[in-house]
């Protein structure tokens, strides 16, 4: 893994993972590809003020991030991760996967695991109710992925919009998915992180690896009407996989 201590080095690498998942043909890159967006609108969240405390932010980016980083390159190296990641890169290039499906199970590894233990590592002798605020904005902004997947989705299959006049099962889908990562909370893991002796903190990290692995079960097996549907999008994806991570990049 290459050094990452600056959020340009986040966005420069996951360039790099997009760059080498549309060489080769890999749906690794799918949620690299929506993740550089969202970092991209997180730098630009920093330059303009959004946040509270840009420096703090940044910090608490490149943390989070190296999360994901750390886990992608010990997937390609055979190497351990979580539970959270391994079911996330478990359906790597598996056909009957949908997009949306790639991008909701690396949503699912990264909110609700990742971001809580970021948090409380960037707040780490800090009291964490001082960044609540700005968790908040980072977290509404990684959040907004849920409603944008729809539009990625009608880009690569343009006939998705017709069905889903005539169907409210991929949005219940999309509504309990998102319902659930706000029920579950990114920020109650990350205040009982935060308030967890040191000693015992890497058994509440991986309790909390158990449930959102386990939660990887809402995406890959959706239920029986909703993965014919799904079945019935993947057939109609069109171009290769090199193209629909172009799609997901042009924002």
Do not use: C
Request: charge should be negative.
């Amino acid at each position: 893994m290459p050094p990452i201590n600056t959020i340009d080095d986040v966005i420069n690498t996951l360039q790099q993972i997009v760059d080498d998942s549309i060489k080769n043909e890999s749906t690794l890159g799918y949620f690299a590809a929506l993740y550089l967006n969202v970092t991209i609108k997180v730098k630009e969240g920093i330059e303009n003020n959004y946040f509270e405390d840009g420096k703090r932010m940044e910090k608490l980016d490149v943390i989070f991030a190296k999360r994901y980083i750390q886990a992608y390159f010990n997937f390609k190296e055979n190497k351990p991760t979580t539970l959270a990641w391994q079911k996330a890169f478990g359906i790597t290039n598996k056909f009957w996967y949908i997009v949306l499906q790639h991008l909701l199970i690396g949503m699912n590894a990264h909110i609700n695991l990742d971001l809580g233990i970021a948090s409380a590592e960037v707040m780490k002798g800090k009291d964490i109710e001082n960044l609540k605020n700005d968790f908040n904005k980072i977290n509404s902004i990684l959040s907004s992925l849920v409603h944008e997947v729809e539009e990625d989705l009608s880009e690569i299959w343009p006939f998705l919009k017709t069905i889903l006049k005539f169907t409210s099962k991929i949005d219940s889908f999309l509504i309990n998915f998102s319902m659930k990562l706000a029920r579950d909370g990114a920020w109650k893991f990350a205040t009982k992180l935060a308030s967890t002796p040191q000693n015992d903190i890497d058994k509440v990290i991986d309790e909390r690896d158990i449930d959102v692995a386990e939660k990887a079960s809402i995406i890959t097996r959706p239920g029986i009407i909703i993965q014919l549907i799904f079945m019935f999008i993947r057939i109609g994806e069109r171009g290769s996989i090199a193209d629909k991570i172009r799609d997901l990049s042009e924002k």
